[in-house]
């Protein structure tokens, strides 16, 4: 368990050499992880073929347990292991003068669809709650439910459930608009938390992909 750790203590997963950490993520996604994606993909294939027996079956082949695990225990807290594993100052007043706009659901599906759906952290596919929610509401069955606690949710959707993150924080400054606002997973936006990306030794977030299947994108914004 990563929550908590104590002074020279370092992330199981993350490591305390910080030459080895990845520069575009704060902790990459397991191998494998991608494959509940997948059975998500399948379940709303089925579903909108007028299948919800297949659907079902798809749902019921989640691994939850590994993908809530890391994503708990490891990370929502990679920037802060990271931050404190460099040592790094913390920022104390913003550079410039906050933005009066903090809240950008005006702009996330624009957003969104610039980033085709995609972290643009990790790289790895994302989709809105809507995405899950219409899941849950047509598969009709007890063995997917969205619930208010990390413990209630799916682990596919704690991993790839998609949000907006201000790569430069708000709170130090950084502007609500499309130049600063980008497509991130949950693990990426609560594991670089509110940390400059230099805080926890972070490159800028990779463009947005020039090429990328359609079909995911049309999935994911329920086209």
Known sequence: ?????????????????????DR???LPKP???????????RARTSLDAGDPAGARSALAELDDAP?????????????????????????????????????????AKAILERDRC???????RVAPRAFFKGIERDAATE??????????RPGAYLVYCATIDHVHPHKLGGRTDMGN???????CNFGKWTFE??????????????TVNAAWVAMALGR
């Not at 368990?1 to 950490?21: F, K, N, Q, V």
């Not at 063995?143 to 209630?152: E, M, S, V």
């Not at 606002?181 to 693990?187: F, G, H, K």
């Open 143 to 152: 063995g997917f439910r969205i619930g208010r606690t990390n413990a209630t």
């Open 31 to 41: 191998k494998g992880f991608e494959r509940d994606l997948d059975r998500l993909v």
């Open 24 to 26: 575009h993520t704060p």
């Open 197 to 210: 990306l230099g805080q926890i030794g972070l490159d800028p977030p990779d463009p947005p992909p020039v």
């Open 118 to 124: 995609h972290c643009r952290y990790c790289g790895s």
């Open 1 to 21: 368990m990563c929550r908590g750790l104590g002074p020279g203590e370092a992330c199981t997963l993350l490591g305390s050499d910080a030459s080895s950490w």
């Open 181 to 187: 606002l980008v497509t991130a997973c949950w693990a």
């Open 67 to 107: 993908l809530r695990e890391w994503y708990v225990e490891h990370a929502q807290m990679a920037g802060i292991n990271r931050h404190r594993a460099l040592g790094a100052p913390s920022a104390s007043a913003p550079r410039l003068p906050l933005d009066p706009k903090r809240g950008f659901a005006d702009l």
